[in-house]
């Protein structure tokens, strides 16, 4: 596949991310036109590239090359019912008028890569397991990304390994494995997590590729798998669709796929449709027909519009941003109104909508959403900006694909002082399930970067911190793996789950005595020996079991340790047992005349005490075994 013109691509990227700006104006012919044709059409006025290829997603239970080689097209990538074929422009129209009705034919869904080192290794406990010579070793981690740049950079510098038995890549797109150095900072952070661990690193465009990713790791037996991309448009962020298809299935391969939440929460609407005056406007706000964004000259936007109608709807909705206020002579500057007619391949029945746009001026934009026909139902809408936040927002349910899924380990962002990120995506799903499930740090340094922020550079924290455990315990299933990770946790935020952080952020408990990272620090006990004092009682037991000091082996200082009065004689380690000599070297827990007359013998050189025996026999506590210790006993006895 030959390289095309710089110039060519970002024209060609404007087309097939979205409408043109300069489309029809609401009311105008809008519910007649079709996303895809009109797209088609408009690539192929320019003859120099009408041969040019683009993509395709072709939605079938099945497909045979035979339906497509005759218009030129090739299957690039097969995954279930999804075929990616590579096509000339010129020639999608014919196919699409050769494919049956029950083909659907689509672009490739949005994607984006959610923006990423020491200081996570250290937060999260995973130094800590490292010390114990638990790196990761047999662990095998997939990251799926959306490139690889200055991969050599970062080999050159020691913080990834060279090509070999613990780094291999896969190029799925066809245009060589670098690019952004996205998926490299996310994998140095894995890797700063778990050293240990085989990397295997995938660089995809599609959902298609994805799918094929994710299968070829999964028969390499990769365990756990980071996605730190987030998906648009694919469904109602509601745990369904064919990217969720997709990362569900790496339970059932025997992965745990961990994705981050996406850095949304200020970038996102949602509402059920509402248009008080009839005129088929949405109203952000009462009376208001209109969200805004506010645009830099020369910075693109992204808009997507979904409505809670999926897979494929009759019901349509068209999305238009203004330069201007609507209500006020603004002028439409860029739309998207495809036909969402229930059916497939000639039309688009999607219940999606995208505007790409970049302004030439700076200022405040209106986003419009317009039902197209007054009888169709009023539905739930959800609006993302892939740029600067929205002005009307709603932070809840802010999840991106695919951290909604089920059985995928959703992660939120936390700086490195421990407070959520502003920008990370917010629980519940859009169908009230809860999300995230956990936390991890951003802002970390990397050998590409600085500091890097982001959702992005949490999930590979988590994704390091679950190739620990799964080290520690290799038979873990991937249920088993989403059931200890949100155990391993500081809670961070308000008491129990949230949905910032869901139920807290990454702390191992490298020891296992019961106690994660940062409860060891707070109680000032090792965190990679399980009985800090070495009374025989681990840590955790001795914190919440017994109420005695972690630190300090005789806790109530009677001469015997916290571990021989629990286990040994069920005493109280919190309360002194001097004099307690009776029977001899298996106290009894009462102190009586019995003692008295042991420690007698003791003091006029009758029997002689083991050291254990000298420790509670000297009731004075000044280290000599005399009459004195003979009257405090018979004092305390009343005698």
Same mark, same amino acid.
């Given at each position: 596949?030959?390289?095309?013109?710089?110039?060519?691509?970002?024209?060609?990227?404007?087309?097939?991310?979205?409408?043109?700006?300069?489309?029809?104006?609401?009311?105008?012919?809008?519910?007649?036109?079709?996303?895809?044709?009109?797209?088609?059409?408009?690539?192929? !006025?320019?003859?120099?590239?009408? !041969?040019?290829?683009?993509?395709?997603?072709l939605?079938?239970?099945?497909?045979?090359?035979?339906?497509?080689?005759?218009?030129?097209?090739?299957?690039?990538?097969?995954?279930?019912?999804?075929?990616?074929?590579?096509?000339?422009?010129?020639?999608?129209?014919?196919?699409?008028?050769?494919?049956?009705?029950?083909?659907?034919?689509?672009?490739?869904?949005?994607?984006?890569?959610?923006?990423?080192?020491?200081?996570?290794?250290?937060?999260?406990?995973?130094?800590?397991?490292?010390?114990?010579?638990?790196?990761?070793?047999?662990v095998?981690?997939?990251?799926?990304?959306?490139?690889?740049? @200055?991969?050599?950079?970062?080999?050159?510098?020691?913080?990834?390994?060279?090509?070999?038995?613990?780094?291999?890549?896969t190029?799925?797109?066809? +245009?060589?494995?670098?690019?952004?150095?996205?998926?490299?900072?996310?994998?140095?952070?894995?890797?700063?997590?778990?050293?240990?661990?085989?990397?295997?690193?995938?660089?995809?465009?599609?959902?298609?590729?994805?799918?094929?990713?994710?299968?070829?790791?999964?028969?390499?037996?990769?365990?756990?798998?980071?996605? @730190?991309?987030?998906?648009?448009?694919?469904?109602?962020?509601?745990?369904?669709?064919?990217?969720c298809?997709?990362?569900?299935?790496?339970?059932?391969?025997?992965?745990?796929?961990?994705?981050?939440?996406?850095?949304?929460?200020?970038?996102?609407?949602?509402?059920?449709? +509402?248009? @008080?005056?009839?005129?088929?406007?949405?109203?952000?706000?009462?009376?208001?027909?209109?969200?805004?964004?506010?645009?830099?000259?020369?910075?693109?936007?992204?808009?997507?519009?979904?409505w809670?109608?999926?897979?494929?709807?009759?019901?349509?909705?068209?999305?238009?941003?203004?330069?201007?206020?609507?209500?006020?002579?603004?002028v439409?500057?860029?739309?998207?109104?495809?036909?969402?007619?229930?059916?497939?391949?000639?039309?688009?029945?999607?219940?999606?909508?995208?505007?790409?746009?970049?302004?030439?001026?700076?200022?405040?934009?209106?986003?419009?959403?317009?039902?197209?026909?007054?009888?169709?139902?009023?539905?739930?809408?959800?609006?993302?900006?892939?740029?600067?936040?929205?002005?009307?927002?709603?932070?809840?349910?802010?999840?991106?694909?695919?951290?909604?899924?089920?059985?995928?380990?959703?992660?939120?962002?936390?700086?490195?002082s421990?407070?959520?990120e502003?920008?990370?995506?917010e629980?519940?799903?859009?169908?009230?399930?809860?999300?995230?499930?956990?936390?991890?740090?951003?802002?970390?340094?990397? @050998?590409?970067?600085?500091?890097?922020y982001?959702?992005?550079?949490?999930?590979?924290?988590?994704?390091?911190?679950?190739?620990?455990?799964?080290?520690?315990?290799?038979?873990?299933?991937?249920?088993?793996?989403?059931?200890?990770?949100?155990?391993?946790?500081?809670?961070?935020?308000?008491?129990?789950?949230?949905?910032?952080?869901?139920?807290g952020?990454?702390?191992?408990?490298?020891?296992?005595?019961?106690?994660?990272?940062?409860?060891?620090?707070?109680?000032?006990?090792?965190?990679?020996?399980?009985?800090?004092?070495?009374?025989?009682?681990?840590?955790?037991?001795?914190?919440?079991?017994?109420?005695?000091?972690?630190?300090?082996?005789?806790?109530?200082?009677?001469?015997?340790?916290?571990?021989?009065e629990?286990?040994?004689?069920?005493?109280n380690?919190?309360?002194?047992?001097?004099?307690?000599?009776?029977?001899?070297?298996q106290?009894?827990?009462?102190?009586?005349?019995?003692? #008295?007359?042991?420690?007698?013998?003791?003091?006029?050189?009758?029997?002689?005490?083991?050291?254990?025996?000298?420790? #509670?026999?000297?009731?004075?506590?000044?280290?000599?075994?005399?009459?004195?210790?003979?009257? !405090?006993?018979?004092?305390?006895?009343?005698?």
């Amino acid at each position: 596949m030959h390289h095309l013109p710089r110039k060519f691509i970002a024209v060609l990227l404007a087309i097939i991310t979205a409408n043109l700006a300069q489309a029809a104006p609401p009311g105008q012919g809008a519910q007649a036109e079709d996303r895809l044709r009109q797209q088609v059409d408009r690539l192929t !006025q320019a003859p120099a590239h009408a !041969q040019e290829r683009i993509t395709l997603i072709l939605e079938a239970d099945a497909l045979q090359p035979a339906e497509i080689t005759p218009h030129e097209g090739q299957i690039r990538h097969r995954r279930g019912r999804l075929h990616e074929i590579s096509i000339p422009a010129s020639r999608v129209t014919a196919l699409l008028n050769a494919l049956p009705s029950n083909v659907l034919a689509r672009l490739p869904y949005p994607h984006q890569a959610v923006a990423v080192t020491g200081q996570g290794v250290a937060i999260t406990g995973a130094a800590d397991m490292q010390t114990l010579g638990n790196n990761g070793a047999s662990v095998k981690i997939g990251v799926i990304d959306l490139g690889f740049g @200055s991969l050599s950079t970062s080999q050159a510098s020691g913080d990834l390994p060279p090509i070999g038995p613990n780094l291999s890549i896969t190029d799925y797109t066809g +245009t060589g494995t670098g690019g952004t150095d996205h998926g490299t900072n996310v994998a140095e952070i894995v890797h700063d997590m778990a050293p240990g661990a085989s990397l295997y690193l995938a660089k995809i465009a599609t959902e298609v590729q994805m799918g094929q990713a994710l299968d070829d790791m999964a028969a390499a037996g990769v365990k756990v798998i980071n996605h @730190s991309v987030a998906w648009f448009a694919a469904a109602f962020y509601d745990g369904t669709g064919p990217i969720c298809d997709i990362a569900n299935s790496a339970d059932t391969q025997g992965a745990q796929w961990i994705n981050a939440m996406g850095n949304s929460r200020l970038k996102h609407y949602l509402a059920p449709f +509402t248009d @008080s005056n009839a005129d088929l406007r949405h109203e952000f706000s009462s009376g208001v027909n209109y969200n805004t964004i506010n645009l830099t000259a020369g910075s693109a936007v992204s808009l997507f519009l979904n409505w809670n109608a999926y897979p494929t709807t009759t019901i349509d909705y068209d999305l238009y941003l203004y330069n201007g206020n609507p209500d006020n002579g603004g002028v439409v500057v860029a739309s998207s109104f495809n036909r969402q007619s229930g059916k497939g391949p000639a039309y688009y029945p999607y219940p999606y909508e995208a505007i790409n746009y970049t302004p030439t001026s700076t200022g405040t934009f209106y986003i419009v959403v317009k039902k197209v026909n007054s009888s169709q139902a009023n539905l739930a809408l959800t609006l993302f900006s892939s740029g600067p936040d929205l002005v009307t927002r709603t932070t809840a349910s802010s999840i991106l694909q695919p951290a909604d899924c089920a059985k995928v380990i959703g992660v939120g962002a936390v700086n490195l002082s421990d407070n959520a990120e502003s920008f990370s995506s917010e629980g519940p799903t859009t169908d009230g399930r809860a999300k995230p499930e956990i936390a991890a740090p951003d802002g970390v340094k990397t @050998s590409l970067s600085g500091a890097f922020y982001g959702t992005s550079a949490a999930s590979p924290h988590a994704t390091g911190a679950a190739a620990l455990l799964l080290a520690n315990n290799p038979t873990m299933t991937p249920a088993q793996l989403r059931a200890a990770l949100p155990v391993a946790v500081k809670d961070v935020s308000t008491a129990g789950f949230d949905y910032r952080t869901g139920s807290g952020r990454i702390s191992l408990d490298a020891d296992g005595d019961g106690l994660n990272h940062d409860a060891e620090l707070s109680y000032a006990t090792s965190p990679i020996l399980a009985d800090t004092d070495g009374d025989g009682l681990t840590d955790s037991q001795e914190i919440q079991l017994y109420a005695t000091s972690p630190t300090l082996a005789d806790s109530d200082g009677d001469g015997l340790s916290d571990g021989q009065e629990v286990l040994v004689y069920f005493t109280n380690p919190n309360l002194s047992n001097k004099g307690d000599l009776a029977p001899r070297n298996q106290p009894d827990g009462v102190v009586n005349v019995a003692d #008295l007359m042991i420690l007698t013998r003791f003091v006029g050189g009758l029997d002689t005490p083991s050291a254990q025996e000298f420790s #509670l026999a000297d009731v004075a506590n000044d280290g000599v075994l005399d009459v004195r210790d003979i009257l !405090q006993l018979r004092q305390q006895l009343g005698y």
